[in-house]
């Protein structure tokens, strides 16, 4: 059947809207816990969430399906969603659920699950689920004694605390760092602090009084404006920017300037090799990678292996093909010998590592490359399917022929909301800047 309500990361979509209802949490909660439902124990779930307001209707709704079917809910409150993955395998539930809408406004919210190994689901088992939501489902009710339970878990913070310690190499602490850590007033509020500063690390924190509807709005890692003032006000060794579910980072050096996802993979491919843990002969990275990344890891002996945009995308060509490293531009960064999900904590750490091991600026660690001049252009539309409209068709094929073979074109929808987006890159700025805006246009005439 075709996808009604899960995209590329869970379900998504405004609080109360026309999809995300505390209905359809419910009626999720009942399905997805009879998928995984077994009869051999008390069957459990951990729900974690981020900040949004919206995060309470959701947790009490998606807990009435659960226990409505037999499951027992652990409610994890405010928690990064790798926090919510580790945490669904050490306390060893049958199923993990995250509450939140990531880097999008606080008005937006979300609601996807991982698996008891702490993976998320296959789009067959979110189609399963679809299935169950539309058939009755009262016929999935639990009676009597197997009607859930719910507990809250007032030790999953200080757990997933010294599991993100745990994965820096033991000779490293953090003593004589002055970090600004930008918390978008997202889900690690308090643990991304905690965890730094109980390393030894001075820790300025902002964006981490959340309030239901600051989550990233001017902070985090897609406004890392903050952050860059900040280091330069306090005159910090490092800027660290996580979004609202803490699954992406964006690093800001000790002179204000932003190292973004590509720049950040290459320090940890290039660490990992000389410690020989790199697996796979090279790295995981999106179709939104700069092309100088790949020129650099080429000079390494290292390989690019690219995929579609999505860090499911990134981490599915991980364990198929072996690499132990992945991630985006944006910032999400796959670190699969400890993490099943994009975590930006650990992903900061092990640049943190680096930085006390080498004991040179962020500035010179984090310049691996020089990039290629690349253009990202986001264009809204208000409904149908601008790729399909002949006349933007046309204007892509004249794109790509004005490149050839020395740049790079890539048009795509966004998986969580209407907008198309356009990258171009090549050498040269003046051509990429000419490309993209042609496409551009041709979808603005239309939308």
Same mark, same amino acid.
């Given at each position: 059947?075709?996808?009604?309500?899960?995209?590329?990361?869970?379900?998504?979509?405004?609080?109360n809207?026309?999809?995300?209802?505390?209905?359809?949490?419910?009626?999720?909660?009942?399905?997805?816990?009879?998928?995984?439902?077994?009869?051999?124990?008390?069957?459990?779930?951990?729900?974690?969430?981020?900040?949004?307001?919206?995060?309470y209707m959701?947790?009490?709704?998606?807990?009435?399906?659960?226990?409505a079917?037999g499951?027992?809910?652990?409610?994890?409150?405010?928690?990064p969603?790798?926090?919510?993955?580790?945490?669904?395998r050490?306390?060893r539930?049958?199923?993990?659920?995250?509450i939140?809408?990531?880097?999008?406004?606080?008005?937006?919210?979300g609601?996807?699950?991982?698996?008891?190994?702490g993976?998320k689901l296959?789009d067959?088992?979110?189609?399963?689920?679809?299935?169950?939501?539309?058939?009755?489902t009262s016929k999935?009710?639990?009676?009597g004694?197997?009607?859930?339970?719910?507990y809250?878990?007032?030790?999953?913070?200080?757990?997933y605390?010294?599991y993100?310690?745990?994965? $820096?190499?033991?000779?490293i602490?953090?003593? /004589?760092? %002055?970090? &600004? @850590?930008?918390?978008?007033?997202g889900?690690? *509020?308090? +643990?991304?602090?905690?965890?730094?500063?109980?390393?030894?690390a001075?820790?300025?924190?902002?964006?981490?009084?959340?309030?239901g509807?600051?989550?990233?709005?001017?902070?985090g890692?897609?406004?890392?404006?903050?952050?860059?003032?900040?280091?330069?006000?306090?005159?910090?060794?490092?800027?660290?920017?996580?979004?609202?579910?803490?699954d992406?980072?964006?690093?800001?050096?000790?002179?204000?300037?932003?190292v973004?996802?590509?720049?950040?993979?290459?320090?940890?491919a290039?660490?990992?090799?000389?410690?020989?843990?790199?697996?796979g002969?090279?790295?995981?990275?999106?179709?939104?990678?700069?092309?100088?990344?790949?020129?650099y890891?080429?000079?390494?002996? $290292?390989?690019?292996e690219?995929t579609q945009? /999505?860090? %499911?995308? &990134? @981490?599915?060509?991980?364990?198929?093909?072996? *690499?132990? +490293?992945g991630?985006?531009?944006?910032?999400?960064?796959?670190?699969s010998?400890?993490t099943?999900?994009?975590?930006?904590?650990?992903?900061?750490?092990?640049?943190?590592?680096?930085?006390?091991?080498?004991?040179?600026?962020?500035?010179?660690?984090?310049t691996?490359?020089?990039?290629?001049?690349?253009?990202?252009?986001?264009?809204?539309f208000?409904?149908?399917?601008?790729?399909?409209?002949?006349?933007?068709?046309?204007a892509?094929?004249?794109?790509?022929?004005?490149?050839?073979?020395?740049?790079?074109?890539?048009?795509?929808?966004?998986?969580?909301?209407?907008v198309?987006?356009?990258?171009?890159?090549?050498?040269?700025a003046?051509?990429?800047?000419?490309?993209?805006g042609?496409?551009?246009?041709a979808?603005?005439?239309?939308?």
């Amino acid at each position: 059947m075709a996808r009604k309500y899960f995209g590329t990361d869970g379900i998504r979509g405004l609080a109360n809207g026309d999809k995300l209802t505390p209905e359809l949490a419910m009626k999720v909660g009942m399905a997805a816990g009879t998928k995984f439902v077994r009869g051999d124990h008390r069957n459990r779930v951990v729900i974690g969430k981020d900040t949004r307001r919206s995060g309470y209707m959701l947790e009490s709704a998606l807990a009435a399906g659960f226990t409505a079917v037999g499951m027992d809910v652990y409610f994890l409150g405010p928690m990064p969603t790798p926090a919510v993955a580790m945490l669904t395998r050490s306390l060893r539930a049958d199923l993990g659920v995250m509450i939140s809408a990531s880097h999008n406004p606080y008005d937006d919210n979300g609601i996807k699950f991982f698996r008891p190994d702490g993976y998320k689901l296959s789009d067959e088992l979110e189609a399963e689920i679809e299935r169950l939501m539309e058939t009755d489902t009262s016929k999935l009710l639990a009676h009597g004694m197997n009607i859930g339970r719910a507990y809250r878990d007032e030790e999953a913070r200080t757990r997933y605390v010294e599991y993100a310690k745990r994965t $820096l190499p033991r000779n490293i602490d953090l003593t /004589g760092l %002055r970090i &600004v @850590l930008d918390c978008a007033n997202g889900a690690a *509020y308090k +643990v991304a602090p905690m965890a730094l500063w109980e390393l030894g690390a001075e820790v300025i924190a902002i964006g981490d009084e959340p309030d239901g509807y600051n989550i990233n709005y001017k902070v985090g890692s897609t406004a890392p404006e903050a952050v860059a003032a900040k280091v330069k006000e306090v005159r910090a060794d490092i800027g660290i920017a996580l979004d609202g579910d803490a699954d992406r980072v964006i690093i800001v050096d000790e002179k204000g300037e932003v190292v973004d996802g590509d720049q950040f993979m290459a320090v940890i491919a290039q660490s990992w090799l000389e410690r020989e843990m790199l697996q796979g002969g090279g790295i995981v990275a999106t179709i939104m990678s700069n092309l100088g990344l790949e020129r650099y890891l080429g000079g390494l002996g $290292l390989t690019l292996e690219r995929t579609q945009v /999505g860090d %499911r995308y &990134v @981490l599915e060509a991980m364990r198929t093909k072996g *690499y132990n +490293v992945g991630g985006e531009q944006s910032g999400h960064i796959i670190l699969s010998d400890f993490t099943t999900t994009g975590d930006g904590l650990v992903a900061a750490l092990q640049l943190l590592s680096v930085l006390q091991q080498q004991n040179r600026p962020v500035s010179e660690i984090c310049t691996r490359f020089d990039k290629v001049p690349q253009l990202l252009r986001s264009v809204r539309f208000k409904a149908g399917k601008p790729l399909e409209d002949k006349h933007v068709v046309k204007a892509i094929a004249d794109a790509e022929a004005q490149l050839g073979s020395g740049g790079r074109l890539v048009v795509r929808p966004s998986g969580t909301e209407p907008v198309i987006r356009v990258m171009g890159e090549a050498d040269d700025a003046d051509l990429v800047a000419s490309v993209v805006g042609q496409v551009e246009a041709a979808i603005r005439a239309i939308s």
